[in-house]
């Protein structure tokens, strides 16, 4: 069978349980109406029937949250449980000449197609069959006394029971068909993704090889960085730093975007770009001209791609990577807050890498010395949780500078 990937599949979960869930709540309304309704007498429908199905319901809605709750050791009993229940539930909705829906039957097979488990698919199929076979037993008395009194009962339970488990294999078969073929066009569907991100990947580190190259560092400084980017994000995710103002996939896409974040000094002179002594103000300003560069390099190279999501968070981080916590950075001059998520952990990467490396103009410094400046420009440079984190992060940082 085709492997989906774990991610991918479990995100695509999270989606139908939400989508369920509203579905399930939204079930609760018009049963608790119809078992108002029989105990009042204004429906002529069993009152303990009415109650079995209500109180099903909330165990189902039970069940469910349970499952979207638990971990993943657990996922699948709770996945079957909830099925039998629901199904347990139509179940006692058919057994009542009043109001048969065999239709309903369908009703939990249908729902699975959404899971894309073929084994979870058929479990619902093959138990769809035997509570709708046993539900034309149980009934089977009462609806030849009503519709066909000189008709045997035992006639009646054999045609019924055998067309219904016909009926139900056809529709088994063609639902399990659906749920295979769904998921093999979300595996077609997550290898072109794979393809898109290792095209976008390769085009990357091309452009930082590129600029790597004109630097002399042969690519040492963007593979740090990206290094350090990483860290500082698993570190956010873990802390919850920023709540839901970056989801999972933005997490990813910036550790990839971050080799473009000097991409913009393409566009600067190598007479200023490799320059040994101090720029003067004129020259300074055209390479503060790299970040917008690199911004419109980015849009430029990558808007056509369909991947907007990666496209902002590049352009965010080559754009407002020297902007500064107190608000004296470029080229926007944007203070605190205002500095997008991206740019702020790509500021204190860039800093420490540049500070512990070896440039035409400057010396490397110990990484002693880094952490010292990083903590001196705590409040005005850079977002004081992340100078934090750094520092947290200090024994592994150590481990990519080889201390």
Not at 7 to 24: D, G
Not at 52 to 73: E, P, V
Not at 151 to 156: A, C, F, H, Q
Request: hydrophobic share 45%; glycine share 2%.
């Amino acid at each position: 069978m085709t492997q989906i990937d774990e991610k991918l599949y479990k995100n695509h979960v999270q989606q139908v349980n939400k989508l369920l869930s509203y579905v399930l709540i939204a079930l609760l309304v018009p049963l608790a109406i119809i078992y108002y309704g029989a105990i009042q007498g204004v429906f002529n429908y069993p009152v303990f029937i009415a109650r079995q199905i209500f109180i099903l319901t909330i165990i189902a809605d039970i069940i469910f949250i349970l499952w979207s709750h638990s971990t993943t050791k657990h996922q699948n009993i709770y996945r079957y449980i909830y099925a039998v229940v629901i199904q347990a539930d139509i179940f006692a909705l058919n057994c009542s000449i009043n109001i048969e829906l065999s239709s309903c039957t369908l009703l939990m097979p249908l729902m699975t197609i959404m899971y894309l488990n073929p084994w979870y698919t058929a479990f619902a199929c093959v138990f769809a069959t035997i509570s709708e076979a046993v539900s034309k037993i149980v009934i089977a008395p009462d609806a030849v006394a009503q519709f066909w009194p000189n008709y045997p009962v035992e006639d009646y339970i054999i045609i019924h029971v055998l067309t219904t488990i016909m009926e139900k294999t056809v529709i088994s078969i063609i639902i399990i068909a659906t749920t295979t073929i769904a998921k093999k066009l979300l595996f077609e569907i997550q290898n072109k993704e794979k393809d898109l991100s290792e095209s976008r990947n390769e085009i990357v580190f091309s452009f930082s090889d590129l600029i790597e190259k004109r630097n002399g560092s042969e690519g040492r400084h963007s593979k740090r960085t990206s290094k350090i980017v990483k860290l500082l994000a698993e570190y956010a995710q873990e802390h919850n730093l920023y709540g839901d103002l970056m989801t999972k996939d933005s997490w990813d896409l910036l550790v990839v975007a971050s080799p473009l974040h000097d991409i913009g000094k393409l566009k600067i002179p190598d007479s200023i770009l490799l320059k040994p002594t101090k720029l003067t103000e004129h020259e300074f300003e055209i390479i503060k001209t790299h970040t917008s560069a690199g911004a419109e390099i980015i849009d430029t190279a990558l808007s056509s791609r369909n991947d907007d999501k990666y496209v902002k968070i590049a352009i965010q981080m080559a754009k407002f990577h020297h902007e500064k916590w107190d608000g004296t950075g470029y080229p926007n001059g944007l203070k605190g807050e205002q500095i997008p998520i991206p740019a702020r952990i790509m500021a204190i990467a860039d800093v420490l890498d540049a500070l512990c490396s070896n440039k035409t103009y400057k010396d490397a410094c110990s990484l002693n010395d880094a952490f010292n400046i990083i903590e001196e420009n705590k409040f005005s440079y850079f977002e004081p949780c992340l100078v934090e984190a750094l520092k947290e992060l200090r024994p592994k940082i150590e481990k990519l500078y080889c201390i």
